[in-house]
């Protein structure tokens, strides 16, 4: 099999734009969280998420724009930015040589609620003739390729909260197998709107600290009480190793393990003990011919919830039992907020960037320990350590789980 690495990276979130500011974002532990300005959220009772601040003309024109979702746009700023930042330029990507992978959760819930209003007060008839277009979620992986003109492998993997892991995931297998030589990979998501905040809402799944939003994620902590929601897109450049070294790329780090599982058990609950979780890193960790104690850092899932931060750590403990301590744990979430679809390819950013510079991102806001959970969460600030491997999780409504691994180069 051939390796993959990766070589680019084009975080859009909402504690900084770009790899440079999405890296100072994290060692600053910065708060992306704040009470929502892109629509008047005062009837609905959580009014807080983590909104990004791009100038979205500054990467697709006007008149185009308009006839994208936003999850469309931030998809294609952060294409734009991982190209810049691999040091390829588009006559080198042009062509079946470079493909697609990029998801999203949900897809165009901005245009479905304005073209359902629409509907209720002008009729069917009136709705825009781009409404299917811009709705539909694999369309973030179709105008990427439309954009630079890439002609190979296009796909978009939808698994909730993991399609950005899960898009990584089959990206990787295509390099390996040789169908590529480079992919665009990862996930989008612009869920802050009044249905998308307003249903997490109903189903009591978000934090209500509506009066503290900077403190409102706050992973593995016994005052979590939901997680916050949040919008933006982590895209990676995925590259065959030799194509990678021949041109002097710079590389973050090596993709050497991927694995998926179904919990089987419930359509938003973890499975018991974590059960499903442990048998994906299981998967990962033996697709890339490791022992649990070649680990040495785990980006968390970490939603901020009951049930998922438990079941996490104890999914992490069973994988880990035999083979010494669970390795240091954080998550991006308590900063970013949960991005759903793209937190799969904002995280994969955030672990490899962890793996190039040596400095481990925090767990934001970790002010007091639940006893039931007794890791290392690397509270409040980065950590300077340099590790050799690295694991990244994602775990999604519907029961279905990923896990990427990654190494130094």
Not at 58 to 64: D, F, Q, S, T, V
């Amino acid at each position: 099999m051939r390796r993959v690495v990766v070589t680019g990276v084009g975080p859009v979130t909402p504690i900084g734009v770009g790899a440079a500011e999405f890296l100072a974002g994290q060692h600053e532990a910065r708060n992306g969280i704040r009470h929502i300005t892109r629509f008047d959220a005062s009837q609905l009772s959580v009014n807080i998420a983590g909104e990004v601040d791009v100038d979205v003309s500054a990467y697709i024109e006007r008149r185009e724009a308009r006839k994208l979702d936003r999850f469309v746009q931030l998809a294609l700023v952060g294409a734009a930015l991982a190209l810049e930042d691999s040091g390829l330029s588009e006559d080198d990507i042009a062509g079946e040589r470079t493909g697609t992978c990029i998801g999203s959760g949900i897809g165009g819930l901005d245009t479905w609620e304005e073209q359902s209003g629409i509907v209720h007060d002008r009729g069917p008839m009136r709705m825009s003739p781009f409404f299917i277009p811009m709705l539909i979620a694999n369309m973030a992986s179709g105008h990427v390729a439309m954009r630079y003109g890439l002609t190979g492998p296009s796909s978009s993997v939808v698994t909730a909260c993991a399609t950005g892991s899960g898009n990584i995931g089959d990206a990787y297998r295509m390099i390996q197998r040789g169908e590529a030589d480079i992919m665009f990979a990862g996930g989008s998501e612009a869920c802050v709107t009044p249905m998308g905040i307003g249903g997490f809402a109903v189903m009591k799944a978000l934090s209500t600290r509506n009066d503290s939003p900077e403190t409102a994620s706050r992973p593995f902590t016994a005052s979590r009480d939901g997680f916050v929601a949040g919008e933006g897109a982590g895209i990676l450049v995925l590259e065959e190793y030799e194509h990678a070294v021949n041109r002097g790329a710079r590389i973050y780090a090596e993709i050497v393990g991927y694995g998926i599982s179904a919990d089987a058990h419930h359509i938003t609950a973890p499975a018991p003990g974590g059960s499903g979780a442990a048998r994906a890193v299981r998967w990962a960790l033996r697709d890339a011919g490791l022992q649990p104690e070649d680990v040495g850092y785990i980006n968390a899932h970490g939603t901020s919830t009951p049930a998922n931060d438990l079941a996490e750590t104890q999914a992490f403990k069973a994988v880990w039992e035999g083979h010494g301590p669970v390795p240091p744990v954080s998550s991006t979430k308590s900063m970013t907020g949960h991005m759903l679809g793209a937190a799969g390819g904002v995280e994969a950013i955030a672990t490899v960037q962890a793996l190039h510079t040596g400095v481990l991102p925090p767990t934001r806001n970790y002010f007091d320990p639940d006893p039931e959970l007794d890791l290392d969460y690397i509270p409040n600030e980065p950590r300077r350590q340099q590790v050799d491997v690295a694991i990244s999780t994602n775990f999604a409504f519907g029961g279905q789980n990923a896990c990427l691994v990654f190494k130094r180069v």
